[in-house]
């Protein structure tokens, strides 16, 4: 079965900071991939998404990630955080379209200092 | 319009009694899940159902049973609570099987055992 890892569990940054968030998953097929974002006592919003194409995908914002086949990794990033970017991240898995369902990781919970 | 609504948004209950946890989604989506968030925001998947067809059945106690009367809706009954079953529950929608659009959320029930 497929998994994935989170490496950082509690990340804190200054706002004006750049933000990396690894992601590495197990899985040697095919896969897309997924960043969902849960702000304090909210539902899971989905950050950003990748099928298949240009490895270095935009999403809501602010955020990217990109995907690296050979690491399997797909790194969450943002230039430049701001307070209102303090929430839990996860990184999600779905192996190509099976019926598997998403796979999260154990999630980041990252804390913006103003 | 909520796209995916849950009731209730909290449950406080004793342990031994039986509840249920209702699901609808408005956004014509095939595919409804049930995943637990536990007290670690960890994201596990319970079911999924396809067109009120159960697609994955996790390793869950029997005492949990979802039911889908139609593809709109999937319910969650619990039959006798345990400490343990708290956490706060989410449903999810996708528009096909596979997850590959992404899924969206509802904004979770908490339940509480005492």
């Known amino acids: 079965a497929q998994s994935v890892s989170q490496h950082n569990h509690h990340v804190i940054l200054s706002e004006a900071a750049s933000l990396e968030l690894g992601c590495n998953y197990s899985y040697g097929g095919t896969v897309n991939l997924f960043w969902y974002v849960q702000y304090p006592g909210q539902h899971l919003q989905l950050l950003l998404k990748?099928?298949?194409?240009?490895?270095l995908v935009k999403g809501i914002k602010g955020f990217e990630a990109e995907f690296i086949k050979s690491k399997f990794s797909f790194n969450l990033r943002k230039p430049s955080v701001q307070w209102s970017d303090t929430a839990e991240y996860f990184c999600?898995?779905?192996?190509?379209?099976?019926?598997?369902?998403?796979?999260f990781g154990k999630g980041t919970h990252l804390i913006i200092q103003p | 319009d909520t796209a995916v609504s849950q009731t209730p948004k909290y449950l406080v209950t004793q342990m031994g009694n039986d509840k249920s946890i209702k699901c609808e989604q408005n956004l014509g989506h095939d595919t409804m899940y049930w995943y637990k968030q536990d007290s670690k925001k960890f994201l596990k998947i319970m079911f999924s159902y396809n067109n009120k067809e159960l697609i994955i059945n996790e390793t869950v106690p029997n005492r949990f049973s979802p039911k889908s009367p139609d593809k709109a809706h999937l319910n969650l009954h619990i039959n006798s609570l345990e400490l343990g079953d708290s956490a706060v529950y989410f449903c999810a929608s996708s528009q096909a099987l596979g997850a590959a659009y992404g899924y969206t959320f509802g904004s979770g029930t908490r339940l509480t055992v005492v």
């Open positions: 990748y099928f298949s194409g240009d490895p």
């Open positions: 999600a898995v779905n192996p190509g379209g099976g019926a598997d369902g998403l796979t």
